[in-house]
């Protein structure tokens, strides 16, 4: 299994730190932002969210980020190779599967995707036809157009108009809330 292994990851991996340099090493720390406080959950939004198999997801992203064992999420990261895109651990190889991150982050693998186009060219368009406006153009600085966020809206720009769904509204205005929160 050795001949598996790339001497080139080794250079900077934990493991090999800690076996070879002889070096001592915190646990990794996980940063904690817990729940949006900006971007609250309105309950208007779940006819919709249901509709994408989300709604699982979001109930357990909503609530907080959940507590994390630091030194298990160190030796994993210790153990992890990217070569053989596994763990290697003292008893056997482990890979983490599709099934796995489905039952960890309660998304569905079933079904059809969510996903639309991905390519950054004409992301204002298809924001307009998702919700009938997008982010003003970047002002135009020396003749020469500057676009800081070359693939998606600005989370500042989301706040200001999407941070609080109207109660007494239609359900385009409802449907278009639920957009932008996911």
Same mark, same amino acid.
């Given at each position: 299994?050795v001949w598996?292994?790339n001497?080139? &990851? #080794?250079?900077?991996? !934990?493991?090999y730190l800690m076996?070879?340099? !002889?070096m001592k ?6 940063p904690? !932002? ?6 609250? &959950?309105?309950?208007l939004y779940?006819?919709y969210?249901?509709?994408t198999?989300l709604l ?6 909503s609530?907080? $980020?959940?507590?994390l064992?630091?030194a298990?999420?160190s030796?994993?990261?210790d153990r992890?190779?990217p070569? $053989?895109?596994s763990f290697h ?12 991150f489905s039952?960890i982050?309660a998304l569905?693998i079933e ?8 390519d950054?060219?004409?992301?204002r368009q298809?924001?307009?036809v ?16 500057? #676009? !800081? ?5 600005p989370f500042?720009?989301i ?9 007494? $509204?239609n359900? #385009?205005?409802?449907? $278009? &809330?639920?957009?932008? &929160?996911?």
């Amino acid at each position: 299994m050795v001949w598996l292994l790339n001497d080139a &990851y #080794d250079v900077e991996h !934990r493991a090999y730190l800690m076996s070879e340099k !002889r070096m001592k090493l915190i646990p990794l720390t996980i940063p904690s !932002r817990g729940a949006s406080i900006v971007m609250s &959950y309105d309950e208007l939004y779940t006819p919709y969210i249901e509709m994408t198999w989300l709604l699982p997801f979001i109930q357990l992203v909503s609530r907080s $980020t959940p507590n994390l064992n630091a030194a298990a999420i160190s030796a994993l990261t210790d153990r992890w190779r990217p070569e $053989t895109h596994s763990f290697h651990l003292r008893t056997r190889e482990m890979t983490l599967t599709l099934q796995d991150f489905s039952m960890i982050t309660a998304l569905s693998i079933e079904g059809k995707h969510v996903c639309m186009s991905t390519d950054s060219e004409g992301w204002r368009q298809q924001m307009k036809v998702l919700i009938g406006m997008s982010p003003p153009e970047p002002e135009v600085e020396d003749g020469e157009k500057k #676009d !800081r966020v070359p693939a998606g809206a600005p989370f500042t720009w989301i706040v200001a108009n999407f941070a609080h769904c109207p109660q007494d $509204t239609n359900d #385009d205005v409802i449907q $278009t &809330y639920s957009r932008m &929160y996911m």
